[in-house]
């Protein structure tokens, strides 16, 4: 699949002091060309283990639009979740998925997974889905999908990767 360069637009996502919970029907409004989604656990050493580095994906690459979405029903533990993802300072919303549309239509299995959606034609595709690495632990990891994706969108190439193997905790479906 050959990729357009990506353009700027006037909205970059910024570093939040606090995090910035969003409900599904917010994420749904954005229509930016490029969205990627990635379903987080608070509670997942593999999930925690990419979490700077996916912080610095989102520095990074600030044209494409980033979204943590919390995968499980916050009611138990809204604090302790509130608490990680605030102390996080994530550069990029977080989603909450309380009735697990979004695990479900992307048929999210572990944390971390990510969903790469690209306009074409006023609809979403996937155009990558999967780990953001070959380890669960990010430190040993020495493929990183999505990083070398996102290297190759901006320069209007081909990406390397259509799929990535998602290692980490299972997402626990409750509906």
Same mark, same amino acid.
Not at 31 to 54: A, G, R, T, Y
Not at 153 to 173: D, F, P, V
């Given at each position: ?67 943590g979405v919390l995968s499980?029903p916050l009611a138990n ?23 697990? /549309?979004?695990?479900? %239509?992307?048929?999210?299995? !572990? ?5 790469? @959606? ?5 609809? &979403? ?25 996102? /290297?190759?969108?901006? %320069?209007?190439?081909?990406? !390397? ?5 998602? @290692? ?5 479906? &409750?509906?």
């Amino acid at each position: 699949m050959k990729f357009i360069p990506i353009l700027l637009t006037t909205f970059l996502w910024t570093n939040f002091s606090k995090a910035q919970f969003l409900d599904v029907n917010q994420f749904n409004s954005d229509s930016h060309q490029d969205k990627i989604l990635i379903f987080l656990s608070n509670h997942c050493p593999c999930s925690v283990s990419h979490e700077d580095h996916l912080n610095y994906l989102a520095r990074q690459f600030k044209r494409i639009h980033f979204y943590g979405v919390l995968s499980e029903p916050l009611a138990n533990n809204d604090n302790k979740v509130i608490k990680h993802f605030t102390e996080k300072k994530f550069n990029f919303p977080i989603v909450r998925d309380d009735q697990q /549309n979004l695990v479900n %239509k992307y048929k999210a299995l !572990k944390t971390p997974h990510v969903t790469w @959606l690209r306009k074409v034609n006023e609809k &979403y595709e996937v155009i990558y889905q999967g780990g953001v690495s070959d380890k669960s632990d990010f430190t040993k990891s020495s493929v990183h999908f999505l990083e070398e994706n996102l /290297n190759r969108a901006i %320069k209007g190439e081909t990406m !390397k990767y259509s799929y990535g193997r998602s @290692l980490g905790c299972y997402i626990k479906r &409750y509906n």
